[in-house]
């Protein structure tokens, strides 16, 4: 069961640049969420304010509230370490770690955690997530191979079956296609809805007819002259690609600018 | 174009495993037409190989020869670039060949035992390498044992604990420390090292450990433990500065993914970025080790200069180098100078073996990161 997301004026700055601004929405649990916006408009800063992968970056910061299920990840005394051992994310390029074989990558992060008690339960674990990803049946056989052996495709799914095995509420990926091939991407998307069902499912793309295929809900985020992202317009999928109400989100989807 | 029935056209996958993986990523665009809003059409059930065909039809000419410049000036550059990558070779061959046979008197006289038997005896013309080697072997092994953890610590702290602005000038003070004379590091151990180790370490080691065969003798100061020490201090910088270098190397998008997962950035380092690194951080002990295994001055001034080897780490002894550079002005007679160029030979290949090893590692891991 995915949890609800919800963002509230969140802002972040890298060093003294700010990037995103004010930004509200909420995510709801069980369906897909596209964030759309040309390339540098805060896609992937707003994603990564949600599991405060930001602060990872030197200097980074952010303002706001972001509520994930009851909790704010923001508020005092919560453990970031811990925000981020419950969200699985996915990046925009595959990146399995390559000294670690098939298995070890899905299990690096309940190892990290604990969370199982012996070797069964941590081979049921791994073995559900890769399910879970669609990739079970390709790599069954060689799960003590390395990684970086499997095709861009497959490894892209090796990392969203090492988020899932967090048991994550919620799933976050940067356009996790951008760096596959059409027939990988197809895999990929098609994915997006069997996660729905467990999780909530937040996605960068910056690909529209991505969104308008996967997405349940999107968001149009875009740049002013200050550089500085907001949020634009924020409705059902359907609504955004047929009766945008702002006239920038119409002219960005029917190919105007961006 | 749409597959004409399912079973001829294959997967992703399957299209992967029949090609070189070079031209794998690049799916033919006739299949990727065929995915859009209608999924059934899109990717051919699996089992589909076999209509795939197990032989691929050679094209009916061959490949056109590469291009040839027809600049002029490129083409007299890239003869001079070769000719002058080739001059370099030759130097190390010509230096090599120089010194066999400069050498050639002790390599007919002892051959191959040379290098295992202990006396060294110009008086009586007798030489044997065995102590010089073995002690080289033993200084240089010791000082790995106390710069390799120091060094990678001292690497980790830069590249992924300090912010950036003592990365860069603390990174800078590394590099300098290795740019000091090795002179002015055996003076400095000459005056601050060897009374430091006198007073304040031989004693205590002596004092209980005296019985084991590596801390007997008497607390002098000067001798193999303090020719590892100061050693050891010039080699860090080295161990230290690659190991940054390689670790830099890593992508931010392996340490994002373990970040993401929840580890902390001490398990990210040691479970991530360690191993990632792993070939590149051997490799640059390996070349720390080169550094040792050649190092002249400062090891001479304060090993104590006996031609024995002993187990202990209080007493005299030498090294390759700090023979050669003892003996030389006074060796008279033909085997004498013959058995320290001998020595020098020695030296010069085991310090190319291992100066290839270590950057053939430190490669390994910065191609990936450049490319
Ligand atoms: N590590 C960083 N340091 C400084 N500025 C950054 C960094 N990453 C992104 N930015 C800036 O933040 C803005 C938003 O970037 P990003 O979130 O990556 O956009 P998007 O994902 O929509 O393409 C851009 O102006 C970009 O230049
Ligand atoms: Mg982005």
């Known amino acids: 069961m995915g949890a609800t997301v919800r963002a509230e ?50 200097a980074a910061r952010v303002g706001g509230d972001m509520w994930v299920g009851d909790q704010n990840v923001y508020s005092r005394g919560v453990d970031p370490v811990k925000v ?133 809900f999107t968001a149009f985020m875009l740049a002013g002259e200050d550089f500085v992202g907001e949020l634009i317009e924020y409705a059902d999928t359907k609504t955004i690609f047929s009766t945008p109400k702002d006239k920038r989100t119409e002219d960005y989807i029917t190919g105007r600018f961006g | ?10 997967s992703a996958e399957e299209v992967r495993d029949t090609t070189d993986p070079h031209t794998a990523t690049e799916v033919p665009r006739t299949h990727a037409v065929t995915i859009g809003r209608d999924r059934s ?54 230096m090599i060949a120089t010194l066999a046979w400069q050498s050639r008197v002790t390599i007919q006289l002892y051959g191959l035992s040379f290098l295992y038997t202990s006396t060294w005896d110009p008086v009586h013309n007798v030489f044997g390498a065995a102590p010089a080697i073995l002690g080289t072997v033993y200084t240089s092994l010791l000082a790995l044992l106390l710069a390799a953890p120091i060094g990678v610590m001292v690497a980790i702290f830069l590249v992924e604990m300090a912010p950036r602005r003592v990365r860069t000038s603390l990174g800078f003070v590394v590099e300098l420390l290795a740019a000091v004379p090795s002179i002015v590091y055996g003076l400095w151990a000459l005056i601050v090292l060897v009374p430091l180790v006198r007073d304040h370490i031989q004693p205590p080691l002596i004092d209980h450990f005296g019985n084991t065969p590596f801390f007997s003798g008497y607390p002098i100061g000067l001798g193999v433990f303090t020719a590892s020490l100061i050693l050891s201090i010039m080699i860090l910088p080295t161990i230290a500065s690659i190991s940054r270098d390689v670790m830099l190397a890593v992508p931010n998008s392996q340490r994002d993914a373990m970040l993401a997962l929840g580890a902390t950035r001490w398990e990210t380092t040691w479970k ?61 007679g033909e085997t004498y100078l013959s058995a320290l160029i001998e020595l020098a030979l020695i030296l010069m290949i085991v310090t190319i073996i291992l100066n290839a090893i270590a950057r053939l590692l430190v490669w390994r891991v910065t191609r990936v990161a450049g490319s």
């Open chain 1, 9 to 58: 004026d969140i802002s972040a700055w890298y060093g003294k640049k700010l990037a995103i601004r004010d930004m509200n929405l909420e995510m709801k649990p069980n369906k897909v969420t596209a964030l759309i916006g040309p390339s540098g408009c805060g896609k992937s800063t707003f994603l990564r304010c949600i599991n405060r992968m930001h602060e990872v970056i030197p």
């Open chain 2, 41 to 94: 059409l899109a990717v051919s059930p699996a089992g589909s190989i076999a209509a795939w065909p197990a032989e691929i039809r050679q094209p009916l000419r061959e490949p056109h020869p590469p291009a040839r410049s027809f600049n002029v000036g490129d083409r007299l550059f890239s003869w001079l670039t070769a000719a002058f990558a080739g001059l370099i070779l030759a130097v190390i061959a010509v």
């Open chain 2, 1 to 10: 174009m749409e597959p004409d029935a399912a079973g001829t056209v294959p």
């Open chain 1, 84 to 216: 981020r051992a419950q969200t699985g994310m996915v990046f925009q390029r595959p990146n399995p770690f390559p000294t670690m074989s098939i298995y070890d990558n899905v299990a690096a992060g309940p190892r990290l955690s604990g969370k199982t008690r012996n070797k069964k339960e941590l081979d049921a674990l791994v073995e559900r997530s890769l399910r879970r990803a669609a990739l079970w049946h390709e790599v069954k056989d060689r799960l003590k191979e390395p990684a970086t052996g499997l095709s861009g495709g497959q490894q892209q799914r090796i990392c969203i079956a090492r988020a899932l095995a967090m048991e994550p509420g919620v799933v976050l990926l940067d356009e996790p296609t951008s760096a596959l091939d059409p027939i990988a991407s197809y895999k990929i998307e098609e994915l997006m809805n069997d996660l729905k069902e467990e999780y909530t499912v937040i996605i960068v793309t910056h690909n529209m007819q991505q969104a308008a295929r996967i997405a349940d």
């Open chain 2, 272 to 332: 991530v970025v360690v191993p990632y690194a792993r070939s590149g951080i051997i490799g640059a002990i390996v070349l720390a080790l080169g550094r040792a295994v050649g190092e002249t001055m400062a090891v001479q001034m304060v090993i104590g200069n006996t031609q024995s080897f002993n187990l202990s780490l209080f007493n005299f002894g030498t090294t390759m180098p700090a023979t050669i550079v003892n003996q030389f002005t006074e060796a008279t």
